[in-house]
């Protein structure tokens, strides 16, 4: 029993991650309409920029903070040079830039700071507590509490705030919000830095576990990716438990089914990927599309 | 264009290229050097695969993330198949139908969802596919990997290795791009292009969506088993590393930079895939990955079409620059497309490139 609660909180823990990340591709999807492959390796170079400032003997807490307003920025600078040209055009053009832009930065990470691992400071102390006869990192528990602050935070910004309002409208009908006055290019410039910023916390939390590694993302962007499908683009708490579920049952199936193991956990969403299209093609909670024609 | 297209539509003049074409590949393995053979074939296996992924992605508008996949797997089951001392022909079959049925079995479940779902699954087999060929260590090596030599010349034929592998790329891929040029050009192409221009359209035309985007991707699979198969005939060594999935990306990549939707893009992305490597290289190995991010951004900013869509672009702006008088009237006459009204003048535009201008007439 003991080991079960272990897994499962470390599972939510590595759920966190996903969902944030998965979070952000949702925010991207919402409102830009296309799926940012970028968004892990975007993570990653905050990650580093966070390393590198520690290197630099500032405060660990700090590092990550300015991490994330840079983040903010690369993410608005991206969106306005790059994407800009490709929205509202083929969706599979603007998939493929998001991809030449993940090889630009991954490569860009490694041509700075090389594929050596780096050891990243981890944020919360790497003690651990009983709980109910189960061992439990404080790691996981400051994980999970930090990615469910930080998902309060934003629904009360989308929900609460005049900003979270106008972001709303610019996902909803982009030209309908432009004839209402609203300045749409800024706002899509708000919300890719906001999803950044998201992926620089994931990366943040992520990196001292994994090492920081210019690919390191690649992994957690498919289990992202998978928790966007399963619970569906429409959906951000529908994405939200489908991390988590993914980060538990992938925990789960690496101890419990031999056959899987901890080599081939990273299976586990893919089957549950294939479950879910057979079953309910829409995701859990999405919702069916429906096309005018 | 239209003059060389004009004398082009003559059958012998085609029956010409076809034949030059045909001595050329004869005679070119003879008389180049090794290293220049080697990497001729090494374009073809690549070309192989870039061409599976045009069918799913150029012509059908799936984006898939996993063509490398179906390469490795391919390229697994001929190393299994040669070290089992099976039957060549009959590992080559196999390597051609286990990827085509497990990508037939992915595109089932992946197809359901419209849009970007397709990229998102395939993203998964490179990365789940790194571990699990390392898992089945019984059939794959493991780490360590398979190496199977087969493909030394025959005694009777007194070729080097180099020659006798080229040969065989060179027949495999050319058939390859034969049938499936015929594909796309046919009944199933017209398909794959109303599903990739409109879904609902499609639909409504009693062309079911679904069904075309299985079938690409597992045409695409398929493709992807045969240049896994070539993989083996040339580098004669796979290991996990084959499948990985930043080599994904580069074949992604490649398909883009030699032009989406194009027969001799999908050669141009070969010759991109094991070009650009080696030129980087030269500059800077570290800053590989750098570089060809860049000219993937920079080719979707100046160049959507891709390499193949370069002589149109500076055909474009050269009429463009001849104002008036001649230049005009020669202008109005390749944009009109009047059949055979200047053989002379034609004639000396297509002798100049006779293989490109023929194949991109096939693509337009």
Redesign the interface.
């Known amino acids: 029993m003991g080991t079960f609660i272990q897994l499962v909180i470390d599972g939510l823990s590595s759920g966190s991650i996903y969902a944030a990340l998965a979070l952000a591709i949702v925010l991207v999807n919402q409102a830009t309409g296309?799926?940012n492959?970028a968004q892990g390796g975007m993570a990653v170079l905050s990650a580093y920029i966070a390393w590198q400032l520690t290197a630099w003997s500032v405060p660990l807490l700090l590092a990550i903070l300015i991490s994330i307003a840079a983040s903010f920025v690369i993410g608005a600078i991206v969106e306005r040079f790059?994407i800009r040209?490709?929205e509202g055009g083929d969706?599979?053009?603007a998939?493929?830039?998001t991809?030449?832009?993940?090889?630009?930065?991954?490569?860009?990470c490694?041509?700075i700071w090389?594929y050596n691992n780096k050891l990243f400071p981890s944020l919360f102390p790497l003690e651990t507590i009983s709980i109910a006869g189960a061992v439990v990192s404080v790691r996981s528990i400051g994980t999970i509490l930090a990615i469910v602050a930080i998902m309060v935070l934003l629904q009360l910004l989308f929900l609460g705030t005049k900003l979270g309002l106008a972001l709303r409208a610019v996902a909803i009908n982009p030209q309908s919000a432009a004839f209402s006055g609203m300045p749409v290019g800024r706002l899509l410039m708000v919300g890719w830095g906001l999803a950044a910023s998201l992926g620089a916390v994931a990366g943040a939390l992520v990196a001292p576990q994994l090492t920081l590694t210019p690919?390191m993302m690649?992994?957690a962007?498919?289990y992202a990716?998978?928790a966007?499908?399963i619970g569906g683009l429409t959906s951000p708490i529908g994405v939200v438990i489908a991390a988590w579920l993914i980060g538990v049952l992938e925990n789960l199936a690496a101890v419990y089914v031999p056959l899987i193991?901890h080599?081939?956990k990273?299976?586990v969403?893919?089957i549950m990927?294939?479950v879910v299209?057979?079953v309910r093609?829409?995701g859990l909670f999405g919702r069916k599309?429906v096309?005018r024609? | 264009m239209s003059t060389a297209t004009a004398v082009m539509r003559k059958p012998w003049v085609r029956w010409a290229v076809i034949a030059i074409v045909v001595v050329l590949a004869i005679v070119l393995p003879l008389v180049l050097p090794e290293f220049a053979n080697t990497t001729l074939a090494r374009i073809g296996v690549f070309a192989v695969a870039v061409l599976g992924l045009n069918v799913v992605?150029g012509y059908t508008?799936?984006?898939s993330?996993g063509q490398i996949f179906f390469l490795g797997l391919g390229a697994y089951v001929t190393a299994y198949g040669v070290q089992q001392d099976w039957n060549i022909v009959l590992v080559f079959v196999l390597a051609c139908l286990i990827p085509a049925v497990v990508g037939l079995l992915v595109a089932l479940?992946?197809a359901?969802?419209?849009?970007?779902?397709i990229?998102?699954?395939t993203?998964?087999l490179p990365?789940?596919g790194v571990?699990?060929a390392?898992?089945l260590s019984e059939f794959t090596g493991g780490s360590q990997g398979l190496s199977a030599r087969f493909t030394a010349a025959p005694e009777w034929t007194g070729l080097y290795d180099d020659q006798w592998q080229l040969y065989i790329v060179l027949l495999i891929a050319g058939i390859s791009f034969l049938l499936t040029r015929n594909l796309v050009r046919g009944k199933y192409g017209r398909a794959f292009a109303i599903v990739k221009g409109?879904?609902?359209?499609a639909g409504?035309m009693g062309i079911s969506p679904y069904r075309y985007k299985v079938l690409a991707f597992t045409v695409a699979s398929l493709l992807g088993g045969v240049s896994g198969f070539l993989y083996m005939v040339v580098i004669q060594y796979t290991s996990p590393e084959t499948l990985s999935?930043?080599h994904s990306?580069?074949l992604?990549?490649s398909m883009?930079i030699g032009g989406a939707g194009s027969i001799l893009g999908s050669l141009l992305g070969g010759a991109y895939y094991v070009l650009t490597p080696q030129l980087t290289n030269l500059i800077d190995p570290?800053?590989?990955?750098?570089?060809?991010?860049?000219i993937?951004?920079i080719v979707?900013?100046v160049l959507?079409g891709g390499l193949v869509s370069l002589p149109r672009l500076f055909r474009r702006r050269r009429g463009r620059e001849q104002g008036g008088g001649a230049a005009a009237a020669k202008a109005a006459a390749s944009a009109t497309a009047v059949p055979s009204t200047s053989a002379p003048d034609g004639a000396d535009v297509t002798t100049h490139p006779p293989t490109e201008s023929e194949e991109r007439r096939q693509d337009t």
């Open positions: 296309l799926i492959f790059l040209k490709f969706p599979d053009t998939v493929v830039v991809i030449g832009l993940l090889t630009l930065i991954t490569g860009i490694a041509w090389s690919n690649d992994s962007l498919v990716l998978a966007v499908i193991g080599d081939l990273i299976a969403p893919f990927i294939f299209l057979i093609p829409q599309a096309v024609v | 992605m508008g799936q984006v993330l479940a992946a359901r969802l419209g849009g970007l779902a990229a998102m699954v993203i998964a990365i789940v571990p699990l390392k898992r409109n879904e609902a359209v409504s999935f930043g990306i580069t992604l990549a883009v570290g800053l590989t990955a750098v570089l060809q991010g860049a993937l951004l979707l900013f959507p």
